[in-house]
């Protein structure tokens, strides 16, 4: 299976990064759109798959289900293509420390795909979680799987919006993003789709089983709990959740992959097209051949 050495991923990271941050306003609005309708469907599905199963007998594993099924979002993300604001947040600022891009490039492409994210949440909150019936109400059938994946919602939201600090959220969303950030720096490390799958699936399960918090995902749970009629949860509340995990996912994105992956490999290349560790031969870091001796002939 051909890969990227580390040095050639963070080359890779950088083009991309550039890539992202000079595309033109209305497809960051498009690929944003669709890069947060795909985490609401992975959100969604982890609600619906869970639903009913209860903590005295099935324990952690209710979060382990939870994030092998979520890790469709990103996987959606990375393969059909898509703007998702937590995976740019390493990818842009990498460009920029490569002096590749202007940081107004990089303010543009946080906020258009900011909103866009939202939208694209909020679109699969309201219309294909709630108005599908998928997710119930308090007034659903007890016995409905709508009911039950409405109680699901309401335990995630919950914890979420309500019982965290805004310092636990600002930390869970750090440690969240540095490895939803490792999951797509290993999908870079592939070339073939079974590994970049690979690559994406176990870091979005630890992240997610880990209970920590994604500010595109919150996009998704927080407001259908909300439409749902959870009660206590808050559009202050919501927003509140929002700025703590935005900020804690761009520190864990830009200081903790961006940040550290540029220190070790790139610095000192700023303004370079490539650097040695793009290497295609797949060769990048290895000694270089030694030359023969040359014998000198005998008089």
Not at 5 to 25: F, H, M, N, R, Y
Not at 156 to 176: D, H, P, Y
Request: charged share 10%; hydrophobic share 55%; proline share 4%.
């Amino acid at each position: 299976m051909p890969f990227k050495t580390p040095d050639q991923i963070a080359v890779a990271a950088v083009a991309s990064g550039e890539k992202k941050a000079l595309l033109t306003v209305d497809r960051m609005l498009v690929g944003g759109f669709l890069a947060g309708a795909y985490i609401a469907f992975g959100g969604l599905l982890a609600i619906v798959v869970t639903s009913g199963l209860k903590a005295e007998t099935w324990g952690g594993l209710i979060t382990l289900f939870n994030g092998a099924v979520f890790s469709l979002g990103l996987i959606l993300v990375v393969l059909a293509g898509a703007e998702l604001l937590t995976g740019n947040m390493a990818l842009v600022p990498l460009a920029l420390l490569q002096k590749r891009i202007p940081v107004a490039r990089l303010g543009i492409n946080f906020g258009v795909v900011l909103v866009a994210n939202l939208l694209g949440s909020l679109f699969v909150a309201y219309f294909l979680a709630l108005k599908t019936g998928v997710i119930g109400t308090p007034s659903s059938p007890a016995a409905s799987t709508a009911h039950a994946a409405y109680e699901r919602l309401a335990a995630t939201a919950t914890g979420k919006a309500v019982t965290e600090s805004n310092w636990q959220i600002f930390l869970r969303a750090m440690g969240c993003n540095w490895l939803v950030c490792l999951a797509v720096w290993l999908a870079m490390a592939s070339d073939e789709i079974s590994g970049k799958i690979l690559g994406i699936f176990f870091p979005i399960m630890a992240f997610v089983a880990l209970g920590f918090d994604h500010v595109v995902a919150n996009m998704f749970f927080l407001p259908a709990a909300h439409w749902a009629g959870v009660p206590g949860i808050t559009w202050g509340q919501i927003l509140d959740n929002w700025v703590f995990a935005g900020i804690g996912n761009l520190v864990g994105a830009a200081v903790f992959v961006a940040g550290a992956y540029w220190w070790v490999y790139l610095r000192g290349t700023e303004g370079a097209v490539q650097s040695a560790g793009s290497d295609p031969s797949g060769t990048a870091g290895a000694p270089a051949a030694k030359e023969a001796p040359v014998r000198r002939a005998r008089r």
